[in-house]
Structures are given as structure tokens and as C-alpha cells.
């Protein structure tokens, strides 16, 4: 990891060096001026600038510091799409299809992708890393994929050679930017998998402990665990959704085909240079010394008849490669969809253990609970039966004199009968209690 971050991190340029070493230089009273401030840091944070990691069609990587007002003229978005990627602040994974870029904001993955670079915020985070240099593997595998024509004329030789590229049907083709958005994706998928499988292997051992050990540690530690799956789950859930969202609407996925449409863009341009040119030559031969009154209307209908004809064919070409385009994207989100989905599964699934093990260890406290009920009532009942010698023993012993008192053997039968009587009213308790099936049999 030391090398990579060496390789990823250029050093630092001499002017920086300079300007920190002044900063720290004596000035002539002997004192230090700014003492114990960064004058960098302070320049740096005052024309707010950021360094951001750019990876271009080639995988060659750099570091490059760009303020946030130019990197909105950039990649030409709004403040709230470079909002979505600053790690200062906690945002739901998105992904925006605009009209240069495609913002992706996927858990440690913010990212902004164009037709021709992939500019990421520069962090040390080890995915961060990862993904940096898987793209550069997966780029320099692939190779350049921009394609100069080697015939036509000089204008067609400076725009660049999509259409032998776009006509390839073969599967392992992707535009740049559908490169580096399967990478995040991948990216994404792996790290919640991996967080999905840890917490795995931590639920099963201790909810097993749980059913066979009720205690208050056991407990703590389940209530963490499920306090971990829910915010795994709902982070899991919104990149589903993200997906199956875009996967759902064919416009955004049209949309996050950069490639396509700065060729058209490029196409478009060299076209307009190239009428522009006719209508010169055009102008030049009306100024020959030809019938005034048929050539002006004829030139026109010609101009016009032009004009339909290549506005049809860019009308036409444009739809079939953006249909072509959206089925490409959609079974790139369709295989990570179904990646994501069994994340969401494995995660639903260990909830619904959870569940059943709340619900098992509820049933053995019910269980207990009603135990303790049926003693209860069976001690209830006891004290029942010993008030009754209570109340023999008050009623013998008022202060009256009856012959019974005289009797030697009186004592032993008041005492047998009092604790036959008893011992009948206990079991026509018990018998009671059974018949109403509130004690098991």
C-alpha cells in the first residue's frame, strides 16, 4: 500500500517547497512571520482548492488541484452535483447521468466520469486506491480506444473514429466512461458483499450462543449486531434501488452515453464547417455571370434538400446508437443488479434469523413466565389452605367455656380433621385449576 500511495502521489513541486521554506524564513527584526502557520494550507483553503486523482482513456493517472468553481465549468455541473462529493458530508449512494459527466457517489467511491477522464477526490482510502488501479489494469488491458481515421480528407482526420467502433458487436466492448462506472460498481458491490459476509460469520456463532445462554452480554451484543444489519441493509437497499431506478428509465441511461454524444457533438461541428464551406463556394459561383433569376431559387432548394436529408441521417443514426447504447448499459447494471440483489438476500435472510431467534427466546421467557404463574398459584393456594388452621386456632381460642375443652383426645381430633378438610380443598384446587387447563396435566 506504501508503494502504490508513492506511485499515485507525485512529490511535491518545488514551488511548494519554496513557498513553505519562506514562509518559515526570519525577516529582519529576527522574528518569524507567520510563525506556526501553513501559508500554503491558508492559500490552498483560501481559493478553496481540492486535489482530485485523474485517470484518462490511457490509465495514465495524475494529481491535479482544481478549485470547485472550475471544476463546475469542467465537467459543466451544478454546485449540488459537486455537493454529493464532498466527504465532509453523509449522502445515499446516487448515480447522475448529465450532460458532459456522470456523477457516482457509491459508498467510498465519488467520482466524477467524462468521455475522456475519471476524476476522483483524492483519498487515501485503501478502496480508493483499489479502484484507481484496477481501472488503470483494466485500461491498459483494453488498450487506447481512441481510433484516428488513416483515409479521408483533413476534416474527417481530425474527429475521432467511433463509428467502426460502435458497429463492434462483440460483448466485451465498453465506452470509457461505461469502463470506469463498471469498475465503481464492481467497487461497490464488492466492499458491501464483503461487509455482508463479515457479518455473517460474527450473527450465526452468537445467535446460536444466545438461544442456549439468555444473558445480558449476549443480548448487548445481538442489539449491536442488528443496529449493524439495518445500516448495512439500508445502504445496500439504496444502491439497489439506484440501479434498478436507472435500469427503470431509458432516457437517464441514454443520457450517461458520453461518448455518443461528443462525437455527434464533434460530428455535428465539422459538418457545420463543411456546409459553411459549400455555401462559400456556393456564393462564389452566384457571383459568375449566370441567369439572375433561376439560380438564387435553385441554390436554396438545393441548401434545404441538403439540410433534410443530413438532419434525417443524424435523426436516424442517433436513435439506433442510443438504443444500442441503452441495452448496453442496461445489462451492465443488470449484472450488478443481480450481484446487489444477493447482497440485499444474504443480509434479508440473516434479519429473518434474527427474528426467528427473537421470537424462539420470547417463547422460552414466555414459557418461564408461565411456570412462575402456576407456582405462584400453587402457593397461592397453600396459604389458602393453612388460613384454615388459622382461623381454627382463632376460633378455639376465644374466651368461652365449652365442654369439648374437657375431652383429653379433643386436641389431636380438631388437628385431624382441621388437616383433612385442608388437604381436601387443596386438591379440589388443583382439580379446578387442571379442568380449566390453567396447569398442565
Known amino acids: 500500500m506504501a508503494e502504490l500511495k508513492e506511485r499515485l502521489l507525485p512529490p511535491k513541486p518545488a514551488s511548494a517547497i519554496n513557498l513553505r521554506d519562506s514562509s518559515f524564513r526570519p525577516s529582519a527584526s529576527g522574528r518569524q512571520p507567520f510563525q506556526g502557520v501553513d501559508v500554503l494550507g491558508l492559500k490552498k483553503r483560501g481559493q478553496g482548492l481540492r486535489s482530485w486523482i485523474r485517470v484518462d482513456v490511457s490509465g495514465n493517472s495524475q494529481i491535479i488541484e482544481v478549485d470547485k468553481f472550475s471544476m463546475m465549468r ?226 436554396r432548394k438545393l441548401e434545404k434538400s441538403l439540410s433534410i436529408a443530413r438532419s434525417r441521417h443524424e435523426s436516424m443514426r442517433s436513435s439506433d446508437s442510443t438504443t444500442d447504447s441503452v441495452e448496453e448499459l442496461e445489462m451492465l447494471l443488470e449484472a450488478y443488479f443481480v450481484v446487489i440483489d444477493s447482497t440485499l438476500n444474504k443480509l434479508t435472510s440473516l434479519k429473518e434469523y434474527i427474528d426467528d431467534t427473537e421470537d424462539f427466546i420470547n417463547i422460552q421467557l414466555d414459557n418461564v413466565r408461565n411456570q412462575l404463574i402456576q407456582f405462584e398459584l400453587l402457593l397461592t393456594t397453600a396459604t389458602f389452605v393453612v388460613a384454615i388452621f388459622g382461623v381454627v386456632a382463632g376460633i378455639f381460642g376465644m374466651n368461652f367455656a365449652i365442654p369439648f375443652f374437657d375431652e383429653p383426645a379433643a386436641f389431636k381430633w380438631v388437628l385431624i380433621i382441621t388437616g383433612v378438610c385442608g388437604i381436601i380443598i387443596f386438591c379440589a384446587f388443583v382439580w379446578f385449576f387442571k379442568y380449566r387447563r390453567l396447569m398442565p396435566l
Open 74 to 299: 469542467r465537467c459543466d455541473l451544478p454546485a449540488r452535483d459537486l455537493r454529493l462529493l464532498d466527504p465532509l458530508f453523509v449522502y445515499p449512494s446516487t448515480i447522475l447521468g448529465r450532460e458532459k459527466a456522470i456523477v457516482v457517489n457509491l459508498e467510498q467511491i465519488r467520482c466524477i466520469i467524462t468521455a475522456d477522464e475519471v476524476l476522483l477526490l483524492n483519498s487515501l482510502d485503501s478502496y480508493v486506491l483499489q479502484y484507481v488501479v484496477e481501472l488503470q489494469r483494466r485500461l491498459t488491458a483494453a488498450g487506447v480506444n481512441e481510433v484516428w481515421q488513416s483515409e479521408g480528407d483533413t476534416n474527417r482526420r481530425r474527429s475521432r473514429n467511433f463509428d467502426s467502433v460502435f458497429g463492434n458487436t462483440s460483448p466485451d466492448y465498453l465506452p470509457f466512461e461505461f469502463r470506469a462506472l463498471e469498475v465503481a460498481l464492481e467497487a461497490a458491490c464488492t466492499f458491501l458483499d464483503s461487509q455482508a459476509a463479515e457479518l455473517e460469520i460474527e450473527a450465526y456463532p452468537l445467535l446460536d450462543e444466545l438461544t442456549s445462554k439468555i444473558s445480558t452480554l449476549n443480548l448487548e451484543r445481538v442489539r449491536r449486531l442488528k443496529s449493524r444489519l439495518v445500516a448495512l441493509t439500508r445502504r445496500v437497499q439504496k444502491v439497489r434501488d439506484e440501479i434498478e431506478q436507472l435500469m427503470d428509465d431509458d432516457g437517464d441511461m441514454a443520457e450517461m452515453y458520453l461518448t455518443e454524444k461528443k462525437s455527434r457533438m464533434e460530428a455535428s461541428f465539422y459538418g457545420d464547417q463543411s456546409v459553411l464551406g459549400y455555401r462559400s463556394n456556393d456564393i462564389q459561383s452566384i457571383s459568375a455571370p449566370v441567369s439572375p433569376v433561376s439560380s438564387p431559387p435553385d441554390t
